[in-house]
């Protein structure tokens, strides 16, 4: 009997050790959307943001912020109503993640460019797993961003969730993503009042932020306010400032948002919010702490 026990728990400890550990998750690579009107966009995101255009495949536009982070625009004559395609995560190994993602039973892996790969996670959304400057490499350039970009970082990206449950087992417990900070107009700490929740990469401060308790059946519109990605700047005055200097006419004004941090939203051609953000917030937040640090201009 003693010499069974001996090789059952030699047995578990070989199992145990041929475990996958999780690699490195350490931020936004990038963001892709759908748009019907290409020549729009490129005057939003090159022209008005500031964007380096490049084109690194025929119904496609990249719109890189920093030599590791980029907006992608896919061409669509007619495009869904949900314009968010997929976000890119950042890993220290492609490889590991791989292996890591079959030991926990998810199979159908999409090839990307460069050797990184992508699922579908929650909401039927894209999740794709790519090393640092990807989109750099695949674009055959590593020139720096214009002068005349408003920002350079990517700090998060939104999504409309309508199954927290799935969400947080998904990115908290399978990717070990933390929780940043949560809250909501009307806030009384009830389920039905948490209308965002922001989860931190693990190894990093950029974010994906739930956007909670939408209607069931949305509109391209609610779509393309909820589905958002946010840049991060210093100063939203001086972004502004940017803004109208870039050509920008625009009637939106800065705001402080229920997290604490000022930022006004713009929106592109085919209506996709884009968000600017100051990177630390001026005042205490609503509703809850924050739970992890800020990003900073200087820790990408």
């Not at 936004?28 to 008005?48: C, E, K, N, T, W």
């Not at 943001?49 to 536009?61: I, K, N, V, Y």
């Not at 992508?118 to 894209?126: H, L, M």
Request: charged share 20%; glycine share 8%; aromatic share 10%.
């Amino acid at each position: 009997m003693r010499k069974l026990l001996l090789v059952g728990a030699f047995f578990f400890v070989a199992i145990s050790v041929a475990q996958t550990p999780r690699p490195k998750i350490t931020g936004i690579a990038y963001v892709r959307f759908h748009s019907s009107d290409p020549q729009g966009a490129a005057s939003f995101y090159a022209g008005l943001l500031g964007a380096r255009h490049l084109h690194p495949a025929p119904q496609s536009d990249e719109y890189l912020l920093s030599p590791t982070q980029a907006i992608f625009i896919d061409r669509s004559p007619a495009p869904p109503p949900e314009l968010e395609e997929e976000i890119g995560l950042e890993v220290s190994s492609t490889r590991q993640m791989r292996a890591y993602l079959r030991e926990h039973h998810i199979k159908d892996m999409r090839e990307t460019n460069g050797g990184g790969f992508s699922i579908q996670g929650p909401e039927r959304k894209r999740i794709a797993f790519v090393l640092r400057g990807l989109h750099v490499r695949s674009s055959k350039t590593a020139q720096p961003v214009h002068a005349t970009a408003v920002s350079s970082r990517i700090i998060h990206v939104g999504f409309v969730v309508h199954d927290r449950a799935a969400a947080d087992a998904f990115f908290r417990d399978l990717l070990g993503f933390k929780l940043y900070w949560t809250g909501g107009p009307n806030w009384d700490g009830t389920p039905e009042h948490v209308n965002y929740a922001s989860m931190q990469v693990p190894d990093g401060r950029e974010w994906v932020e739930y956007m909670l308790n939408r209607p069931p059946n949305m509109t391209a519109r609610q779509y393309g306010s909820a589905n958002h990605v946010a840049l991060g700047v210093i100063s939203i005055k001086e972004a502004v400032k940017k803004l109208r200097a870039n050509g920008w006419t625009g009637t939106a004004e800065p705001r402080q948002g229920q997290d604490g941090k000022w930022q006004i939203n713009l929106f592109d051609p085919d209506g996709t919010r884009i968000e600017l953000m100051e990177f630390t917030p001026k005042r205490e937040p609503c509703c809850t702490k924050y739970q992890r640090p800020h990003p900073s201009p200087n820790d990408r």
